[in-house]
Structure formats: C-alpha cells, structure tokens
C-alpha cells in the first residue's frame, strides 16, 4: 500500500511522548515530504540563522510512522527509493561551526539553485547526491532532540543513506515511530562547515521488520554494509564503531574476534560521517566481498 505524510507533519525531537501520525503495514510504502533543516526559514541570502533565530526549532522530521507488529528489539529497516528535491537549497555557516572556528565574521547563506542532477554554487554546476540527515525511531524512554544522533538514529549525516540504500535501526517502543527529514542535495564527509545544500525533498521509502536486533544504525548498499557509532570524541566514536565490525564480521563469518581484527584492519574503512552535531558520528564500512 502506498502512503503519503506532508510536510507539516513534524516533531523537533524523537520521542515516546509523540502520538503516531500514520500507522504501516511491513512491506509499505510511503512518500513522506521533508522540510529543510532551518524550516525553509532561509530562501534569500538576506536570510540567516543569526541574530534571533529560533534554534529551539530545527531539523524537523516528518513522523512517526509506526509499523505494525514492530516491538522492542526489533529492527526497523527502510529501504530508500527515492529521493526527489526541492529546486533551491542553502548552504549555511557561522564562525562557531566546525573544527575551523571564525572563517566568517558573522552567519552566512549560499542560495543554490538545484537542477536536473547539479546544484549551482557560485555559478559552479555542482553534481547532486541527495542523501538523509536525519532518520530515527523513537528511543525508549527519553527524548531526543532531532539534532543529535545516537543508537536511535537522529542526525547521522551519514553519506550513504541515498536512493538504493537500506538503513537498520533498533526498535524501542512498539511500532517503532520512524521519523526523517533534513535532506541534503550534496554533503561531505564530515558536514565541516556545519551544513550540506540543506534542502525540502519527497522521499519515497519502504519499511519492513527484521526480527535480528542490531545495536546502533547500519546502512546496507550493493557493495557493502556501514556500521555507524556516535559518541562525545571521535575517539570513543571510532571505538564503538570499530568494535563492531569486530563483532559484526566475526559472527557473520564463525570467525575468532582477532582474526575479524586482522581483516577489519586490512579491508575495512573507518570513515568520518559527522563531526558538527552534539555528538560526532563515525562509520566502518565493511565491503561484501569479505563476508
Ligand atoms: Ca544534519
Ligand atoms: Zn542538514
């Protein structure tokens, strides 16, 4: 069956206090519109999230989407279809964002106009790669902001959660309540700048239940899977991350937890997917050759 959620639809934090506001059977399909991270508050270059602007409403994500029969433990697992933007972006940054503070002297705004498969910067035609920033169920008994990232899910800003991707996610209340937005035409690993061409988009997805847990988020493409870890430092982030893919390939393949060291070190990729939200969030990807 296929579903559609608009885009007023949306939470600031991911939450069991929040009510679904569309229930799914597995296998469905849903089209769920997407606001921008700044809330389409940005469309001129007049326009930036100096000053007085509202940070206590950002990132919004369009849900939650219960799936029926999803229960704690579970995994949630959504496959990407599609993704379809918006015809104008924005690139957004300010002297406190990323690692290089003071680049700008106050917040500054890059429209970019989007088009077929470029976006155009400064005039340059920049290729697309639309990718989610935010995808998560709600956790357990907290709520998170949609800012922050974690077990759940939440701004991962994670490259490859793109059209032809599956994303696994831990199931913490019944149903699950997924919710996503924050999409980004084009982003670099590691968002320096504190943004990608943040853009609304339509984005088409199935979900299905998985009855194998998994810990923390993963992403699935043809060529290889990514297990991704959030943490205060990109040291305790590449730690959890590394570990497991320790554990990940050692139980896939029967192997000793050293002998998955030794392969996790020679054909695996510690990749850094964020370093600009409240936690940082690192991956490994784990090619499907090995496995
Ligand atoms: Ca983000
Ligand atoms: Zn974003």
Redo the contacts with the bound molecule.
């Keep these: 069956m296929l579903h559609r959620i608009g885009r007023d639809k949306v939470v600031y934090d991911m939450s069991p206090e929040h009510k679904p506001v569309l229930e799914v059977s597995p296998g469905d399909t849903v089209i769920v519109e997407t606001e921008d991270?700044f809330c389409h508050k940005i469309v001129s270059e007049s326009q930036t999230v100096g000053g007085d602007f509202d940070f206590t409403h950002v990132?919004p994500a369009t849900g939650p989407i219960a799936v029926k029969g999803a229960t704690p433990g579970d995994t949630i697992v959504v496959s990407i279809e599609s993704i379809e933007l918006d015809d104008q972006g924005v690139v957004e940054t300010c002297p406190a964002w990323g690692p290089v503070k003071n680049v700008s002297k106050s917040c500054v705004s890059e429209i970019v106009k989007i088009q077929g498969n470029y976006a155009s910067f400064m005039g340059e035609q920049i290729e697309i790669k639309p990718m989610i920033?935010?995808i998560g169920n709600s956790p357990a008994d907290k709520s998170i902001p949609c800012t922050t990232p974690g077990r759940h899910g939440g701004?991962l800003?994670t490259r490859d959660i793109v059209a032809g991707s599956r994303v696994f996610l831990p199931v913490f209340v019944k149903g699950g309540n997924l919710s996503l937005g924050?999409v980004h035409a084009r982003m670099g690993d590691g968002e320096v700048g504190g943004s990608g061409i943040e853009v609304r988009a339509n984005v088409k997805l199935t979900v299905d239940i998985d009855k194998m847990p998994v810990d923390s988020p993963t992403v699935e493409n043809e060529e290889a899977f990514y297990l991704l870890f959030s943490a205060k430092t990109l040291e305790e982030a590449s730690h959890g991350a590394v570990k497991r893919a320790i554990e990940f390939i050692s139980d896939w393949k029967s192997i000793p937890r050293e002998k998955a060291y030794m392969l996790t070190s020679i054909c695996c990729d510690l990749m850094i997917s964020q370093v600009v939200?409240p936690l940082v969030t690192v991956r490994v990807r784990v090619p499907k050759v090995i496995l």
């Design positions: 991270c990132n920033g935010v701004n800003d924050d939200n």
